[in-house]
């Protein structure tokens, strides 16, 4: 069965097909560097992160590149609020990001373009447009994308133009011929970063600086545009609406759009400020657990993220694992029949889980796939197969796990049962150096460090964790 991909623009499942044989020109659209990233920022790019694995494991060569905004209002207010340079902190925000993705497990993109390297092209575009009639510089010095010069405006969030234009308002200090123009330049205001250009000094629009990195590093035409479908409008119909303005050739062959990572019935958002940050959730969590919420919902759906489905996706994480245990002690072996059905059922897990991706990366009928493949190596186990036998399946099931990104570490074999008895020691050991009772509490210390604990007293307290 060929791969099916739902496509936002003609909002149905369509056969993949690629400009290129063999050959996958991706980009998704990354964050706005002006804060600490979100466990929603994270489901974007966990999303495209399995896209990415699906279509390598199919055999496309893929190029993937997710974009940094690193100059914005966001930015630069923020930025002004702390007294830093807006530079300074998106590249701050940029290098935590970084960090965060590795720890998630995120293949790292073949490119990171960021906006302020993409000026000189961001210009070119601007140039084309106005010389074609799609842009007009305002007196003020912005400079304007033409929505009525534009035909198919609108087709890709299906808005018909004068329905936008009803809701639609033109801001004070704002020239513009029609309310849905969008800018493309901004004059600078005092004290902001800025470029010289053509209209005088100023920065690009957010919308542009896409286009821009787009054709720059991936060319006019692309196989998947991705990103939050909260993107769809303005964000995507104008970069659409630029780029194909500009090339006058079709821009993005498919859409894709994942769904919102809901926190307390609203989209877990910077700006709402109902955030549980990356480096939060995985001061707890195994990165895994992340991983499975987002291919336990599918991609497009919104995911509700609260204790409870945590909870449910750490026992679905152990049941996932235990299928990599060991053999018992003394297992004496199963038959040869017993194998061969294993190896089937191996194959069968195999053949259900492609079958399952393929449909529009169906990631939790994959996932089922292999919580059948647990079961029959779990049984095997318990009917006493050897380290040899499970392999047939443990092998499998680790390859396309690993496939979902799913790393599967075992080494959570460290009892946290333990933890509230060493903090119980510590406490006790804290009370002894309070009564200068320094050989017992070194007693203590050497213990647990022989143990594979560590100890650190430090000035708030002291602090342990396992040695690594
Ligand atoms: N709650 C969420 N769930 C899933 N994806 C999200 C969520 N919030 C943002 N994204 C996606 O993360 C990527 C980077 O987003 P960006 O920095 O533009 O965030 P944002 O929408 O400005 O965030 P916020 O709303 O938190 O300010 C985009 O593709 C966006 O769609
Ligand atoms: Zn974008």
Redesign the pocket.
């Known amino acids: 069965m060929a791969l099916k991909i739902y496509n936002t623009l003609t909002r149905k499942k369509e056969p993949f097909e690629t400009l290129e044989p063999g050959k996958v020109r991706m980009y ?6 002006y ?1 600490k ?5 994270a ?3 966990l ?1 495209f992160d399995i896209i990415r694995r699906y279509l390598e494991y199919r055999g496309y060569q893929v190029k993937h590149a997710m974009n940094y ?1 690193d100059v914005d209002d ?1 930015i630069i207010l923020r930025a002004s609020q702390l007294g830093m340079d807006p530079f300074a902190l998106a590249e701050t925000y940029i290098q935590e990001y970084r960090k965060n993705l590795e720890d998630l497990n995120v293949l790292p993109a073949t490119i990171n373009p960021r906006a302020t390297q993409e000026i000189d092209q961001i210009i070119a575009i601007i140039q084309g447009l106005i010389e074609k009639g799609y842009a007009y510089p305002a007196p003020n010095g912005d400079v304007y994308f033409r929505v009525t010069r534009d035909e198919d405006y609108g087709r890709l969030s299906g808005r018909k133009l004068d329905e936008m234009q009803a809701g639609a308002r033109i801001e004070v200090g704002e020239q513009k011929e029609h309310p849905m123009d969008f800018a493309l330049w901004k004059a600078a205001k005092p004290g902001e970063p800025a470029w010289d250009s053509p209209w005088g000094k100023g920065r690009p629009g957010w919308h542009i600086e896409c286009s821009a990195m787009n054709l720059h590093h991936l060319g006019e035409q692309i196989d998947i545009h ?6 769809i409008f303005p ?1 995507h119909e104008n970069e659409i609406a630029q780029s194909e303005s500009y090339t006058g050739k079709p821009f993005a062959r498919y859409w894709v ?7 307390g019935g609203e ?6 400020g109902n ?1 549980v940050t990356i480096e939060e959730f995985l001061a707890r969590h195994d990165a895994d657990v992340l991983r499975l919420m987002v291919l336990n919902s599918g991609y497009r759906a919104p ?1 509700t993220f609260n204790d409870d489905v945590i909870e449910q996706t750490e026992r679905a994480l152990e049941r996932l694992k235990s299928a990599l245990r060991p053999a018992l002690p003394g297992a004496a072996g199963i038959s040869a029949e017993a194998v061969k059905a294993l190896e089937e059922q191996a194959r069968a897990a195999r053949a259900g889980f492609e079958e399952a991706m393929d449909d529009d990366f169906n990631t939790a009928g994959a996932l089922s796939h292999l919580f059948e493949l647990v079961r029959a190596i779990n049984s095997a186990r318990t009917e006493g197969a050897t380290d040899e036998q499970l392999r047939v399946g443990q092998d499998v099931l680790r390859e396309l796990a690993g496939v979902l990104g799913l790393r599967l570490r075992m080494e959570e074999e460290k009892p946290q049962e333990a933890a509230p008895f060493i903090d119980l020691l510590i406490e006790v050991r804290t009370e002894l150096r309070k009564q200068k009772l320094w050989a017992l509490s070194d007693l203590i210390r050497d213990r647990l460090t022989a143990l594979g604990v560590t100890l650190e007293d430090t000035r708030e307290g002291t602090t342990w964790r396992y040695q690594k």
């Open positions: 998704v659209c990354g964050p706005t560097v804060n990233a979100h466990v929603g920022h489901m974007s790019a999303v905004t966001k991705g990103g939050g479908n909260d993107l964000h759009h994942n769904g919102m990572l809901q926190f989209k877990m958002s910077k700006s709402l955030l995911l």
